[in-house]
T-cell receptor, first 116, second 112 residues
Framework: ETGVTQSPTHLIKTRGQQVTLRCSSQ?????VSWYQQALGQGPQFIFQ???????GRGNFPPRFSGLQFPNYSSELNVNALELDDSALYLC???????????????FGEGSRLTVL | KNQVEQSPQSLIILEGKNCTLQ??????????LRWYKQDTGRGPVSLTI?????NTKSNGRYTATLDADTKQSSLHITASQLSDSASYIC???????????FGAGTQVVVTP
């Protein structure tokens, strides 16, 4: 039990729709990162938020966007859904400091998105 | 091309036996290397974190090694148990702000 919770656990959307996924970070953590994991593949880094600011982004188009709130929980938004967006979306929380170093990642159980 | 390559892609071992998983990376710069265990349908769980100066680190029956010169790491599982059946993912962190490069994972199946 990592203390990181994600919702919803499963959802089905159709092409062109928009989706919002939510993540509550572990108490005391100020950094949240998001990952996309296709079936049989390793997670792919989408972006990271540190104290409400995006401070790192992987190779994902702008239709993948996010937010981090003052309580350090976070949202991942995906617009104009495509079939290839079907995947497990994982969030992880960690504690970052002013120098950028941070420690262990604690992952949630993920949100399984299916796009039809 | 993935900058973190893991091998084998999958393996089956008998309960009680040992196995070694490999991770080769080309990622640069290098901050630290991590191994995670991911049970099917669950989030990854950390096993070890190693920085540039560390050659080996153990966590129970899991022992990770790192050769930063050759950019290779291995994860050794001793006396495997059925609960070790999972995907093992190698992650290379490229800078202090944590640009993560994940390998595709090695799927381990432990049979009775």
């Amino acid at each position: 039990e990592t203390g990181v919770t994600q919702s919803p656990t499963h959802l089905i959307k159709t092409r062109g729709q928009q989706v919002t996924l939510r993540c509550s970070s572990q108490s005391g953590h100020n950094t949240v990162s998001w990952y996309q994991q296709a079936l049989g593949q390793g997670p792919q880094f989408i972006f990271q938020y540190y104290r409400e600011e995006e401070n790192g982004r992987g190779n994902f188009p702008p239709r993948f966007s996010g937010l981090q709130f003052p309580n350090y929980s976070s949202e991942l938004n995906v617009n104009a859904l495509e079939l290839d967006d079907s995947a497990l979306y994982l969030c992880a929380s960690s504690q970052g400091d002013i120098d950028g170093a941070f420690g262990e990642l604690f992952f949630g159980e993920g949100s399984r998105l299916t796009v039809l | 091309k993935n900058q973190v390559e893991q091998s084998p892609q999958s393996l089956i071992i008998l309960e009680g036996k040992n196995c070694t998983l490999q991770c080769n990376y080309t990622v640069s710069p290098f901050s630290n290397l991590r191994w995670y265990k991911q049970d099917t349908g669950r989030g990854p769980v950390s096993l070890t974190i190693m920085t540039f100066s560390e050659n080996t680190k153990s966590n129970g029956r899991y022992t990770a090694t790192l050769d930063a010169d050759t950019k290779q790491s291995s994860l050794h599982i001793t006396a495997s148990q059925l609960s070790d059946s999972a995907s093992y993912i190698c992650v290379v962190v490229t800078d202090s702000w944590g640009k993560f490069q994940f390998g595709a994972g090695t799927q381990v199946v432990v049979t009775p």
